[in-house]
């Protein structure tokens, strides 16, 4: 999928996996994400798939990917852009304490 978050951005080809009652698994396939120096990337886990949202707020029982997953991926990459330009995450943030595993 290929979405595009203000008309300014670059286009990102994004890959959403899902696995019934699992939480969706998004990674941006290209552009290649970058960091700020000194800085790995914010709101992702590990290998990079992104951090969208909090405990239960998308249950796939519940939920459809395409109503919840796809517009907080755009709002991710548009945070993600943000963040580069100022070093500044402006979306909404949940606690991650050191070693306590996201959900």
Same mark, same amino acid.
């Given at each position: 999928?290929?979405?595009?978050?203000t %008309?300014? *951005?670059? *286009?990102?080809?994004?890959?959403i !996996?899902?696995?019934? !009652?699992?939480? %969706?698994?998004?990674?941006?396939?290209?552009?290649e994400?970058?960091? !700020?120096?000194?800085?790995?990337?914010?709101?992702?886990?590990?290998?990079?798939?992104?951090?969208?949202?909090y405990g239960?707020?998308?249950?796939g029982t519940?939920?459809?990917?395409?109503?919840?997953?796809?517009?907080?991926?755009?709002e @991710?990459? #548009?945070? #993600?852009?943000? @963040?580069?330009?100022?070093g500044? @995450?402006?979306? *909404?943030?949940? %606690?991650? %304490?050191?070693?306590?595993?996201?959900?």
């Open positions: 999928m290929t979405l595009q978050p %008309p300014m *951005s670059v *286009s990102y080809t994004v890959r !996996r899902y696995e019934h !009652r699992g939480r %969706p698994k998004v990674t941006v396939m290209d552009p994400l970058e960091t !700020r120096p000194g800085q790995g990337l914010p709101h992702v886990y590990p290998g990079d798939e992104l951090c969208l949202y239960d707020d998308f249950v519940q939920h459809f990917i395409a109503d919840l997953i796809v517009p907080w991926i755009s @991710w990459l #548009y945070f #993600y852009e943000t @963040w580069m330009t100022t500044f @995450w402006l979306g *909404s943030e949940a %606690p991650h %304490p050191p070693g306590t595993a996201k959900l």
